[in-house]
């Protein structure tokens, strides 16, 4: 069952730089920033979209070992395991091209690749119970 979240993404100069989210039981607060490369490279000051996926499915494998193992909590750990594959895809070749760790494009990033269209009411967000600005 989903409930009502808050989420918050703000931008410097055009670039991510950094958010939160919210609800009941949990508070997530987003990497700020890049982190630099190689000896430049700084420790993480928030969380990664990885490491949330990765909670997620640890959750619904716990569920499968307490006895509410199911056909859709199958589908649920199959689609979260390629949401990390493909992020895991992206990092390696951000690396390959030199640009993880940086706000910089790689080739396919930033429209060069053709976007997949998601239907608006995908992904809804509540109202937010106070102005997010």
């Known amino acids: 069952m989903k409930q009502p979240f808050n989420a ?3 931008t ?5 730089d950094g958010g939160s989210a919210f609800g009941i039981g949990f508070v997530i607060s987003w990497q700020k920033g890049p982190r630099g490369r190689d000896a430049e490279r700084a420790e993480p000051n928030g969380a990664f979209v990885e490491t949330i996926i990765a909670a997620a499915a640890q ?3 716990f569920y499968n070992r307490a006895g509410f193992a199911c056909i859709e909590n ?3 750990l199959h689609y979260l395991t390629k949401a ?7 990092t390696t070749r951000r690396e390959r091209e030199g640009v993880e760790g940086t706000h910089a494009k790689g080739e396919m990033d930033g429209g060069t690749r053709a976007r997949r269209e998601i239907p608006e009411d995908t992904f809804t967000q509540p109202d937010l119970p106070f102005d997010s600005e």
């Open 8 to 10: 918050y993404n703000y």
């Open 12 to 16: 410097e100069e055009g670039v991510p």
């Open 59 to 61: 959750r619904i494998e």
């Open 74 to 76: 199958e589908d649920a």
């Open 84 to 90: 990390m594959e493909a992020l895991n895809h992206r």
